[in-house]
T-cell receptor, first 112, second 113 residues
Framework: QQPVQSPQAVILREGEDAVINCSSS?????VHWYRQKHGEAPVFLMI?????EQKGHEKISASFNEKKQQSSLYLTASQLSYSGTYFC?????????????FGKGTKLSVIP | EAQVTQNPRYLITVTGKKLTVTCSQN?????MSWYRQDPGLGLRQIYY???????DKGDVPEGYKVSRKEKRNFPLILESPSPNQTSLYFC???FGGGLGEQFFGPGTRLTVL
């Protein structure tokens, strides 16, 4: 079952902050975050594992609330290069944990 | 250079004409998968493979076949393509299955007329 992302789209001015949310109706084992620029393949940002700590990647960080089955991606002091579509992907606990299911994406546009 | 390659990158075909999209990775990953991307629907998994000769259905497997005879290759087969399979297809590979960083190929844009 696809995780639900919100918002679907957001427009920011350079330097502003944004939060993208990802939620699931089922218990999660891990959450992935990827960014896809127009015409390119998705690129890995980070993975958050159940029981793990909040991850950070320069000015992009994320948290994982296991009790609420939610993850949030935080983009601070946004840059033009942050524009793109952000996808969360979820893995459910269970044998193998091989299936990764992505949400529909959040389109982020950063303008000067 | 570590990479996932796909061929062809663009393909226009007609309904019912069998086709194969190849995917190859040079990182010795045991896990490979196929996704299709359609506007507003995100990335939907078609099939995945945990290792050689081990494959399983993803969320949208109807109309597709896969095989994994070698670790590096994971071709996607459309035996009788239909217009609703017009899409952008991505192959991905990783260590650790769904728990590992996914490395995506450049994508194959398929149009079925």
């Amino acid at each position: 079952q696809q995780p639900v992302q919100s918002p679907q789209a957001v427009i920011l001015r350079e330097g502003e902050d944004a939060v993208i949310n990802c939620s699931s109706s089922k218990a999660l084992y891990s959450v992935h975050w990827y960014r896809q620029k127009h015409g390119e393949a998705p690129v890995f940002l980070m993975i958050l594992l159940k029981g793990g700590e909040q991850k950070g990647h320069e000015k992009i960080s994320a948290s994982f609330n296991e009790k609420k089955q939610q993850s949030s991606l935080y983009l601070t002091a946004s840059q033009l290069s942050y524009s793109g579509t952000y996808f969360c992907g979820t893995v459910l606990p269970g044998a193998g944990s091989y299936q990764l299911t992505f949400g529909k994406g959040t389109k982020l546009s950063v303008i000067p | 250079e570590a990479q996932v390659t796909q061929n062809p990158r663009y393909l226009i075909t007609v309904t019912g004409k069998k086709l194969t999209v190849t995917c190859s990775q040079n990182m010795n990953h045991e896990y490979m998968s196929w996704y299709r991307q359609d506007p507003g629907l995100g990335l939907r998994q078609i099939y995945y493979s945990m290792n050689v000769e081990v494959t399983d259905k993803g969320d949208v497997p109807e109309g597709y076949k896969v095989s994994r005879k070698e670790k590096r290759n994971f071709p996607l087969i459309l035996e009788s393509p239909s217009p609703n399979q017009t899409s952008l297809y991505f192959c991905a590979s990783s260590f650790g299955g769904g728990l590992g960083e996914q490395f995506f190929g450049p994508g194959t844009r398929l149009t079925v007329l």
